[in-house]
């Protein structure tokens, strides 16, 4: 806009105002001031394909069998976090997507916590579990935690994602919603778990106990756990910082890859700040072929040391997401909500590596077609509460018609009694309004067309293998 720094002041001015009432540490306001002054002088966190390189190979986790016995020393010096912070509006949900029901009539909250408890009995260990809530996802997750029985025997610790202004793209200055508040705020993105780590006394905490590392991931990814191979590799070659990709398919087109700057030090680049000229080369699966699964391993003193290095404020790459104020209301006034990812600390810590893992570590869930996956017999939870895949020699195909199968109610509605059998399905098309009875199989390539105004009923115990099953 070619302000003069007098100008990008005040207009900060009005921002920090807003934030000191909302009681939101100095800390959080001068974190936001570096993003916001960011923006304001013309840095859009755009990474071009002229300043990176791919990455060609990495270790594989398959690899790294022989680490297990060096995790098994020091498995009492780990503890883990997952991202609570989401809420699934996406899949119209109004609450947190953690409570939504995964498998086996239990939540993604719940089963988090038995695999839990599950570990720390298992390895005889104090195992600590941190949850990062938003201002969104809070008071649900604490209501499900005073009822639950695991959560009342091993409480998890609890961590508060702060919140930021939006800021209007026009003109800058702080976003107003005078009849929905809270539509003005935003979460910072998940990069900001560090801060949060530092300023609630979390990682002083966890160091003071011994611990040393801390695996972190989303919640609603149940394939996320603490495998020991992954915990030696890291003790045995001290590294500070460990991120989990895994191969890109088509499928994984648009999600965020890694690559190596000019100093050849690994980064995360996200689509939001891939420039659309080299849109073809970011979705070049050949080209970058690893992506990131959230899944990250960090060395708790080496990352005290760097926070205080960078006075608590890491300055990770921006990723400048442009929204409307209102999500439900396209017409509504563009705002940029300022945003971090938690992957992209990989460009902070020298020495920093990456491991290919196999799918069965990232089994997340945006889509209503990823829940059926997962609900299906495809499939199951062992006695540790540990998702594992059934063996199937090919990988599935899904798409349902988001008319009537985007939201959440909808999709429960059509698979009443579940999901039908995948487990020898390649690939399921189910186009129009469809509802599936109990036992209905599916083998094989299997497209489903109801071309009619009314609801399709496929019959209790129905096997379709091969097939395209039609209605005019």
């Not at 008071?139 to 961590?159: E, F, G």
């Not at 045995?236 to 030090?265: M, P, Y």
């Not at 390539?445 to 399709?456: A, F």
Request: charged share 20%; proline share 6%; net charge negative.
């Amino acid at each position: 806009m070619g302000d003069t720094t007098q100008q990008i002041a005040e207009r900060f001015s009005l921002f920090a105002e807003r934030m000191q009432g909302e009681g939101l540490p100095a800390l959080v306001i001068d974190t936001f001031r570096h993003y916001y002054t960011l923006l304001a002088t013309g840095d859009t966190g755009i990474i071009a394909e002229q300043a990176i390189t791919p990455v060609d190979s990495l270790p594989a986790l398959g690899e790294l069998a022989s680490y297990r016995d060096a995790g098994r020393r020091v498995v009492g010096k780990v503890a883990q976090l997952k991202l609570n912070g989401g809420l699934g509006t996406s899949m119209g949900l109004d609450g947190p997507k953690s409570l939504l029901t995964a498998r086996d009539g239990l939540s993604f909250l719940e089963i988090t916590l038995r695999q839990n408890a599950q570990f720390a009995a298992q390895h005889r260990v104090d195992a600590p579990l941190l949850l990062l809530n938003s201002f969104s996802t809070d008071a649900d997750t604490r209501a499900l935690l005073d009822r639950d029985p695991i959560a009342l025997q091993h409480p998890p610790r609890l961590l508060m994602q702060h919140k930021i202004p939006k800021v209007v793209r026009e003109t800058q200055l702080p976003a107003d919603s005078p009849g929905e508040p809270d539509l003005a705020w935003c979460p910072p993105g998940h990069g900001e778990v560090y801060l949060v780590l530092a300023l609630s006394g979390q990682l002083d905490a966890l160091l003071e106990a011994g611990y040393e590392y801390l695996f972190m991931s989303n919640i609603d990814n149940l394939g996320a756990t603490i495998d020991l191979a992954l915990l030696g590799y890291m003790q045995q070659h001290q590294i500070s910082f460990l991120i989990e990709v895994a191969r890109r398919t088509e499928n994984d087109r648009k999600g965020g890859h890694i690559a190596r700057d000019v100093h050849g030090q690994l980064i995360l680049r996200e689509i939001a700040q891939c420039p659309e000229r080299d849109m073809d080369a970011f979705q070049d699966i050949q080209r970058h072929r690893y992506f990131n699964t959230n899944n990250i391993w960090i060395h708790l003193p080496q990352l005290k040391a760097t926070l205080a290095q960078h006075q608590n404020i890491l300055k990770l790459p921006m990723i400048r997401n442009l929204k409307t104020l209102d999500p439900k209301q396209p017409d509504s006034p563009e705002v940029y909500q300022l945003e971090t990812a938690m992957g992209a600390a990989i460009a902070i810590f020298s020495g920093a590596q990456a491991v290919c893992v196999t799918r069965e570590r990232f089994v997340p869930v945006k889509l209503c077609a990823d829940l059926l996956l997962l609900r299906s017999d495809r499939y199951m939870l062992d006695d540790n509460y540990q998702l594992q895949p059934i063996c199937s020699e090919q990988p599935i195909a899904l798409q349902l018609d988001p008319a009537f199968y985007r939201l959440i109610n909808d999709f429960d509605a059509r698979f009443p009694f579940g999901s039908p059998s995948l487990i020898d399905c390649t690939r399921l098309n189910v186009n129009g309004d469809v509802c599936f009875g109990e036992g209905v199989i599916l083998r094989g390539t299997v497209q489903i067309t109801n071309r009619t105004p009314q609801q399709h009923v496929i019959p209790a115990g129905t096997i379709l293998a091969d097939t395209h099953h039609q209605v005019a």
